[in-house]
């Protein structure tokens, strides 16, 4: 068997351990004499997984008690009107800041249900930075201010958080969650789809302080509404079962073979730091973001010249380093480092990149 080191942006790579263990689960799942896939999620079986997956969710993210977390489906997608329906009802206004596509996909849901404005934006410069934000810059009754953590298909993040006041802040951390510690009492809500750095494709979650459930439009569907999920512990219908155990898995591996978000942050810091100091020296491949606002998951970067950058990635490929194509936005490379590639991925495709550049230099 051989694997490719995988730096698709999502879904994206699963830390092999994780991969082994369901494996070896797949057909008897601790005794019970079936797999995760098929057994009822009303079990008692189910039940302590899903269970284990929320405390384990808890602790390696110290999701302080008033908090709710959601395990919910439709991709973080669903969150951009899951958040305004339940959140933009005492003014009906939100600020939201554009430092992407997802940013901007989020906003134009919003807008159809309320008043909602684009506080900053880093469109002028193809979203290559984060805009400098100040509690001025947005509208003191916006009922939340709404940005995305780490950018995806630009490679930016907020290395610090925006001062909204007193005004809530939500986040899409789709990209970034489980890569190093947040602060989760700095905000009213995240979301984050979980086949970045989570899990499989299928699984939302949503964490949630608790005040900010029960006042959703009356035009909410039930499905919608954080309150429906809240009260039923993720269960007011099928989850989304195997995805929840794999993202249980993945939450194990980061607390004992990882040893927590501190060290995975220490590690992802490794990684990106080996690619970024290579970009920066090499003089045909380039990063296209400003150096303060990169990702730690996200590596963007381009030749200046399409057909080289062809050849990179057909190269690339062929020696077993795959999805290196850049957004089909955005163009160029880009590779996705998330917490699943091993650090000797990274190495190796540096490696790999300076040998291309010196055949065709
Ligand atoms: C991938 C991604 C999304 C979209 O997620 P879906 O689960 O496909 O809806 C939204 N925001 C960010 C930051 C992403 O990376």
Wanted: with cysteine; aromatic share 10%; charged share 25%.
């Amino acid at each position: 068997m051989s694997r490719v080191y995988n730096f698709s942006a999502g879904p994206s790579m699963l830390p092999e351990a994780v991969l082994t263990k369901a494996a070896a689960e797949m057909l008897d799942y601790e005794g019970s004499g079936q797999s995760v896939m098929e057994m009822s999620h009303r079990s008692k079986v189910y039940d302590a997984i899903i269970k284990d997956a929320e405390k384990l969710l808890r602790e390696v993210m110290q999701i302080p008690d008033n908090y709710k977390v959601l395990f919910l489906q439709g991709g973080a997608s669903s969150q951009f009107a899951m958040v305004p329906m339940n959140l933009m009802t005492k003014n009906k206004k939100a600020d939201y800041v554009l430092t992407g596509q997802w940013a901007t996909k989020a906003y134009k849901e919003a807008a159809r249900y309320g008043d909602a404005v684009a506080a900053a934006s880093s469109k002028d410069k193809t979203f290559s930075y984060i805009p400098k934000l100040d509690k001025s810059m947005f509208r003191p009754d916006a009922d939340y201010v709404h940005i995305c953590m780490n950018n995806t298909i630009y490679g930016t993040v907020y290395h610090e958080l925006p001062d909204t006041g007193d005004i809530p802040l939500v986040a899409d951390i789709s990209s970034c969650i489980l890569s190093k510690p947040i602060d989760v009492s700095k905000f009213a809500l995240l979301y984050a789809g979980a086949q970045k750095n989570m899990a499989p494709a299928g699984l939302t979650v949503v964490i949630v302080r608790e005040d900010f459930i029960g006042n959703a439009m009356d035009i909410t569907p039930t499905m919608f509404n954080y309150q429906t999920h809240a009260d039923n512990g993720s269960m007011f219908n099928t989850p989304p079962c195997y995805t929840i155990y794999i993202a249980k898995l993945v939450l194990e591996w980061i607390k004992n073979e990882i040893g927590g978000l501190e060290k995975m942050q220490e590690i992802n810091e490794k990684k990106a730091a080996m690619l970024y100091d290579f970009l920066d020296n090499s003089k045909m491949f380039k990063g296209t973001v400003v150096p303060e606002d990169r990702s730690l998951m996200n590596v963007p970067f381009v030749t200046g010249n399409e057909e080289l950058d062809a050849k990179f990635v057909k190269e690339a490929t062929a020696a077993g380093f795959v999805n290196l194509k850049g957004h089909r936005t955005v163009g160029g490379m880009r590779a996705s480092i998330y917490n699943a590639m091993p650090v000797e991925g990274v190495e190796k495709l540096v490696a790999f990149m300076k040998d291309f550049e010196e055949k065709n230099s």
